[in-house]
């Protein structure tokens, strides 16, 4: 079945830790791409997005990912996580034209001091 | 606050009991989206409206459930004899027409089927 992988369930890092997350995607085609983030007790909330041009694609609070189409992948990077950054993590896919966001199951990034 | 409200943000019921749940989007939005997320999972899609049409639903959503989106602005999700199972976060969405748009979610109603 066409699906979203997040491949880490769960992911403690020290802070100033370097964090990459993995996402990959079985759709083929044009798709959009999204990272999502919940912080505990809040809703979710757009981190980054990709639809088109340059692949490595910049959002908010230092967070980064890239798009590699061969790979099918969108795996979000931050170089030195802080303690605030733990959260939950959500990859999203639209996987053609205006279709529903299909979400990863997440990953739990805890963060320690 | 001009984003998603939903309500209620928390519900217990008994088996058996039906339960209605709204969801206000964000006013310029027309697509109003509902997903499910239980622990561990992330939200599970199922149905949205663009304006006052429901355009998708997903396999998820049995005949127990029903949504609706009257004037095309405020959405209900009501779920009928509820079941265990159906305990769950209920998240709700909204966004502009177009796939080069993001989605905006509600702090979700929380079910608990006792």
């Known amino acids: 079945a066409q699906s979203v992988s997040q491949h880490n369930h769960h992911v403690i890092l020290s802070e100033a830790a370097s964090l990459e997350l993995g996402c990959n995607y079985s759709?083929?085609?044009?798709?959009?791409l999204f990272w999502y983030v919940q912080y505990p007790g809040q809703h979710l909330q757009l981190l980054l997005k990709?639809?088109?041009?340059?692949?490595l694609v910049k959002g908010i609070k230092g967070f980064e990912a890239e798009f590699i189409k061969s790979k099918f992948s969108f795996n979000l990077r931050k170089p030195s996580v802080q303690w605030s950054d733990t959260a939950e993590y959500f990859c999203?896919?639209?996987?053609?034209?205006?279709?529903?966001?299909?979400f990863g199951k997440g990953t739990r990034l805890s963060v320690i001091a | 606050d001009t984003g998603v409200s939903q309500d209620p943000r928390h519900k217990i019921t008994k088996r058996g009991q039906n339960v209605t749940f709204r969801c206000d989007p964000i006013?310029?939005?027309?697509?109003l989206y509902w997903y499910r997320q239980t622990l561990g999972q992330g939200p599970e899609f199922l149905t949205y409206?663009?304006?006052?049409?429901?355009?998708?639903k997903s396999r998820l959503l049995s005949d127990r459930f029903s949504a609706e989106r009257p004037k095309g602005s405020f959405s209900t999700l009501e779920i009928q004899r509820t079941e265990q199972g159906d305990s769950a976060m209920y998240l709700c969405?909204?966004?502009?027409?177009?796939?080069?748009?993001?989605?905006?979610f509600g702090q979700g109603t929380r079910l608990t089927v006792v």
């Open positions: 990709y639809f088109s041009g340059d692949p």
């Open positions: 759709y083929g085609g044009t798709v959009n």
């Open positions: 999203a896919v639209i996987p053609r034209g205006n279709t529903p966001l299909v």
């Open positions: 006013s310029e939005h027309n697509r």
């Open positions: 969405a909204s966004s502009r027409t177009g796939g080069m748009t993001e989605a905006f």
């Open positions: 409206f663009q304006n006052e049409a429901q355009l998708e």
